[in-house]
């Protein structure tokens, strides 16, 4: 027996639910008699055994516990699929995933444009272990069907892509890792499945960091797989219990709560990201915006579920001097490298996310010196706007000077 599955019901989770927004608010909720109506924290690392042969659904908490179980429910109800399996960041998802699908020989297709710590686990980590991987622009579906190989076991994207907000066409690059016999992963941080449900775009895996908009608050580290492939899962579960990366039953908590509120923060933070894209756009210190939106219309349309998420970017006029300069002039605005939480976060990606890629680098991935990241937060736009005014134009005199 390699592992057990713990694809059971967590007692924590109400089945039934169609809607997004009812399974988000229910998150976490008791049903059952007596049951308290707020998943507990069960802060115990192994768990009491009837006998030598007992079956109990949780034994240790590296395999399995009964606050994470609940998470994993309702992460899993979100896109139609059986439990997800969590872990303690979005690395640690991503590196159980990858060590689930591909052993050394095998390929992996990446967009250019992705998360900078994905790069990193591709070029640094995997790739010495005999698991190359080559990048290409995944809005080119033609430069996708070029790069996959009879090795390639995996495509992996991003969409929107950070910071870019490139759209990926889901079910034409889903065609062509099929018709290779690999599988399409998507990182959907951005959107959460509140925004954008891969799996019914043709996707085999969601991948997410859920320590960004599904946490929401800047207080629980974590990551999940979903799949409706129970084979794939309980091999991610069996390389979660064999490396030991699972999550904490506080995080799971503290997620859980998140959770609750996950499309109502989404909806306003995205509308209030695309009010200031507009805004943005037509100022004259502002050469480019980058948002789903603008980048492709059409697509973002058809595959988000109603808006397009919190994150924008924008280059200022100037480059690298200027980009710093209104970083360092926004007050309302914290300067951060994160991106998700109900604060208005910036992040100046060629000075931080992205500082320990060659300049060559950070143009294949279209991180240009003047790019200035922003996470959109539930303050007022009106103080937002003016806050990002009011830098550009402290940062226009300090140029002046
Ligand atoms: C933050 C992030 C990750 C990694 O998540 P951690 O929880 O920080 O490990 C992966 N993908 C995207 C798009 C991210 O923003």
Known sequence: MTTRTTATASGFHEPGFASIDSICCRAGTGAADGTPLVAPIVQSTTFCRDGVDSRAAHQYSRVSNPTVSALEDVLGALESAPP?????????????LLLALVRAGDHVVCARAVYGGTTRLLQQVLAPLGIDSTFVDATDEAAVAA????????????TPANPTLEVT???????IAH???????VDNTFLTAALQQPLSLGADVTVTSTTKFIDGHSVAPGGSVVSRDEALLE???FVRKSTGAIQTPQHAWLTLQGIKTLPLRLRAQSSSAEALARRLAAHEAVERVHYPT????????????GAHGAVLAFEVRGGLAAAR??????RLCRLVEHVGSVETLVTHPASMTHADLTPAARAAAGVRDGLLRLSVGLESVADIGADLDAALATAALEAAR
């Not at 300069?325 to 926004?330: C, H, I, N, P, Q």
């Open 294 to 305: 603008i980048a492709d219309p059409a697509l973002a349309a058809a595959q988000h579920l």
């Open 325 to 330: 300069r209104v970083a360092g002039a926004l």
């Open 147 to 158: 790069a996959v190989t009879t090795r390639t076991r995996v495509v992996l994207v991003e």
């Open 169 to 175: 066409d889901l079910r034409r690059v889903a065609d």
């Open 179 to 185: 018709a290779a016999g690999a599988r399409l992963v």
């Open 235 to 237: 091999r991610v579960r």
């Open 84 to 96: 997800a399996v969590c872990f303690s960041t979005g690395l640690a998802a991503e590196t159980a």
